[in-house]
């Protein structure tokens, strides 16, 4: 799984290290609901929001590096965003699934940096997200890489409105009526990007594969 090189905070304001994320008690890695989570880690249980993290870490950094397309903008909009998701605890409130909370603050958080940095650069520095299992045969470690190289090539190609949709749908797993809350547009806004994109992904990667 993907992880950053930098860690969140944790609510310690200490860096939460992969070698801090133990194992949790199945009751609460497994039975609880993310908003519950929440609103235990709101009211100052920070074991609920060490098992958010774990449930939703590398997943947010794989959305943000295949949007912003470079390494370092991803870490640093990675810790910003659980950043602002600590620093907001005390006002969270369970209008909507946690994941559409989490995710709309990351993407107000990439938006952001575009507005601070007009000249955002469209260079792609993405290299493998993590390390192969030792397990893998080195056939399937090949193809997996294969694999992961050609959707970033893929992904790269879209224009930013459709990476994005495309992203929250695959990454986060939100609907279109999540995504369409999380973007600020309307469902059938998000439906179009979506399909568009959905189209423009198969079509890029068959002529990939076609020209190998």
Same mark, same amino acid.
């Given at each position: ?6 860690? *969140?905070?944790? *609510?310690?304001?200490?860096? #939460? ?9 199945? *009751?609460?890695?497994? !039975? ?15 074991? !609920? ?56 603050? !990351?993407?107000?958080?990439? &938006?952001?940096? &575009? ?30 890489? &294969?694999?992961? =190289? ?5 992904? !790269? ?18 609907? #279109?009526? =999540? ?34």
């Amino acid at each position: 799984m993907a992880v950053a090189r930098n860690p *969140p905070l944790d *609510p310690g304001y200490g860096l #939460l290290s992969r070698a801090d994320q133990v194992a949790y008690p199945p *009751p609460m890695k497994d !039975a609880l609901r993310d908003s519950a989570l929440m609103l235990r880690y709101r009211d100052g249980d920070v074991d !609920a929001f060490r098992v958010l993290y774990e449930r939703h870490n590398d997943s947010l950094y794989r959305y943000l590096l295949r949007l912003c397309k470079h390494r370092d903008i991803a870490e640093d909009l990675y810790q910003e965003a659980w950043s602002k998701i600590i620093k907001s605890r005390q006002r969270y409130r369970p209008t909507a699934k946690f994941t559409t909370f989490l995710y709309r603050v !990351a993407h107000n958080c990439f &938006i952001d940096h &575009i507005r601070r940095n007009k000249r955002h650069t469209n260079e792609i520095s993405i290299d493998p997200d993590d390390s192969p299992s030792t397990t893998d045969e080195p056939l399937q470690v090949t193809e997996r890489l &294969i694999a992961r =190289e050609r959707l970033n090539r893929a992904l !790269a190609k879209l224009p930013q409105e459709q990476r994005d949709v495309v992203l929250l749908f695959l990454e986060a797993g939100l609907n #279109l009526d =999540e995504i369409a809350s999380v973007t600020d547009v309307n469902r059938e806004t998000a439906k179009s990007r979506l399909r568009y994109a959905t189209a423009k992904l198969k079509a890029a990667l068959a002529t990939d594969i076609h020209h190998e």
